[in-house]
């Protein structure tokens, strides 16, 4: 019985692969025909588009009965002998066009019932209503403006499979109009940004993307030959050392939006290349990126969404109220049980690792132990947006320490969703230090930690010159934009993220 129908499901789908082959070909020839015909589309430069079928839909008042032009996709279409309708989809939706023959002329009529489905036509006509009542355009004209030679997905199954809608981003923005709206959406979520920024009198600016050292993270860097100058550099994995360059200039509030990539793994939070922002701000501290991060999240949100609770999944995050703060060390005790700042030392850190079952390696620290708790232990429950405050300042190694407890550093994570959304400190603004922390660095390199940062020479010079104390701060826009769109995936609001290449799947 199960060959039966194995053998049965292959004869679908050879018969299915044979009718899309067809159908390819009759695509074809009709361009053909069009081209001999003298009606070649893409020979068509420009088309005047004066109106969007959202526009008309909501503004039908004062619409009805005036000439527009649209332009836009076949989505639909019955021919039905003297008058045919289709559905044209644009930019902002879809709205059905009326096409009679004694309206476009007997041959004009003749080639739009020979268009097809993902064709891109332009119709020039009257707003109205039809008698069932839907807001329509009664074509006065049809211009074929571009032949689609592909076959779009089954309008009813539409576009389900990940791996294709990921990898034929186009095609997915055509078959599901909520990906349309995502996109939407995390554009007017960065322009909300800016403007809240710009408002707040920051400057925004562009660094290097190709540098000689990628510091800033704990990150793998991709590496690359610059053949000009006969060099090896790096794409940045961080904004960091330069915006802090520009604030030594006198520069006292700058942030970029760009492009960073680190050389690390797939999975729903990370993607190697992804949207990255930071800010810095003289003369302020952590306290200060804290407040202007809870302002910015609700005004983003409000601007963008209309309101500051917004669902994710199951949850209602509430982003109106003041956020929850705790320290590092809290928040481990709170769901742990375990209160490091009891803990002796590494020692003692390890033996409680141990008896959770938690993996660390041997270069690890007390202060290492501790977030790796936090990462285990903490960070899930952590739904509502909470300000995590004051790690251990060995995995912080651009931070100022608490003058009050040096093992400690001024800086905070915000989660929201059992995911960390930013990243900030009081920034360390000690060249002395500095080139201790750098020194750190590299010994954990030695010992095979890839991710260890290394020393920058001219950035350590700028320090020497003077940086007054400044706040700064690395937001992840692609986890925000996740957030408010109710995103569970950071490639479902990436246009084009990152795939293996067709192929290599198996290998």
Do not use: W
Not at 96 to 118: H, I, L, M, P, W
């Amino acid at each position: 019985m199960a060959n039966q129908q194995n053998n049965q499901s292959q004869e679908n789908n050879v018969r299915q692969e044979q009718d899309i082959n067809q159908l390819l070909k009759v695509k074809r020839e009709k361009l053909t025909a069009l081209q001999e015909a003298g009606k070649d589309p893409f020979q068509i430069t420009r088309y005047d588009v004066t109106a969007h079928s959202r526009d008309i839909k909501e503004n039908f008042g004062q619409m009805e009965g005036i000439q527009v032009s649209v332009a836009g996709r076949i989505m639909q279409k019955r021919v039905m002998g003297k008058a045919s309708f289709c559905n044209i989809q644009d930019l902002k939706g879809n709205i059905q066009s009326y096409v009679a023959r004694d309206s476009v002329g007997e041959e004009a009529y003749a080639d739009f019932k020979k268009y097809d489905v993902g064709d891109i036509v332009g119709i020039s006509g009257e707003v109205f209503r039809t008698k069932t009542g839907e807001i329509s355009i009664h074509a006065a004209s049809v211009t074929l403006l571009a032949k689609s030679l592909q076959v779009l997905p089954e309008k009813y199954h539409g576009l389900t499979n990940t791996d294709i809608r990921y990898r034929q981003r186009y095609t997915d923005l055509i078959m599901n109009e909520e990906v349309k709206e995502t996109f939407v959406k995390r554009s007017k979520i960065i322009s909300a940004i800016r403007r809240y920024l710009d408002g707040q009198g920051f400057m925004e600016v562009e660094t290097p993307m190709l540098v000689s050292n990628a510091g800033g993270a704990a990150a793998r860097p991709f590496e690359t030959h610059f053949n000009a100058l006969d060099e090896d550099v790096k794409l940045r994995i961080s904004l960091e050392l330069y915006l802090k360059r520009l604030i030594v200039g006198g520069m006292e509030r700058v942030y970029e939006i760009g492009r960073v990539f680190r050389n690390e793994g797939l999975d729903t939070r990370h993607n190697p290349e992804f949207t990255l922002m930071e800010l810095y701000q003289a003369y302020t501290d952590y306290n200060g990126m804290m407040d202007l991060t809870e302002n910015m999240f609700r005004y983003v949100a409000q601007e963008v969404c209309g309101t500051t609770t917004v669902p994710y999944g199951e949850h209602m995050i509430d982003l109106g109220t003041p956020f929850e703060r705790m320290t590092m060390i809290d928040a481990v005790k709170k769901y742990t049980g375990i209160d490091f700042g009891q803990v002796a030392d590494t020692e003692a850190a390890k033996k409680l690792a141990d008896e959770k079952g938690l993996h660390y390696e041997t270069r690890h620290t007390k202060g290492d132990i501790l977030n790796l708790f936090f990462e285990e232990f903490v960070e899930e429950h952590l739904v509502q947006p909470t300000f995590v405050m004051d790690h251990p300042v060995e995995i912080s190694p651009l931070t100022k320490k608490k003058p009050d407890k040096p093992e400690y550093v001024e800086r905070f994570e915000l989660f929201i969703t059992g995911r960390e959304m930013c990243n900030a400190y009081s920034e360390l603004n000690d060249p002395i230090d500095q080139r201790e922390r750098f020194k750190a660095q590299e010994a954990l390199f030695a010992q095979g930690d890839e991710e260890a940062n290394h020393t920058d020479e001219d950035f350590l010079n700028a320090l020497e010159i003077g940086m007054p104390p400044t706040g700064g701060i690395g937001y992840g826009i692609d986890r925000l934009v996740m957030l408010l769109t109710d995103s569970p995936a950071i490639r479902d609001v990436l246009l084009f993220p990152t795939m293996k290449t067709l192929g290599k799947e198996s290998q």
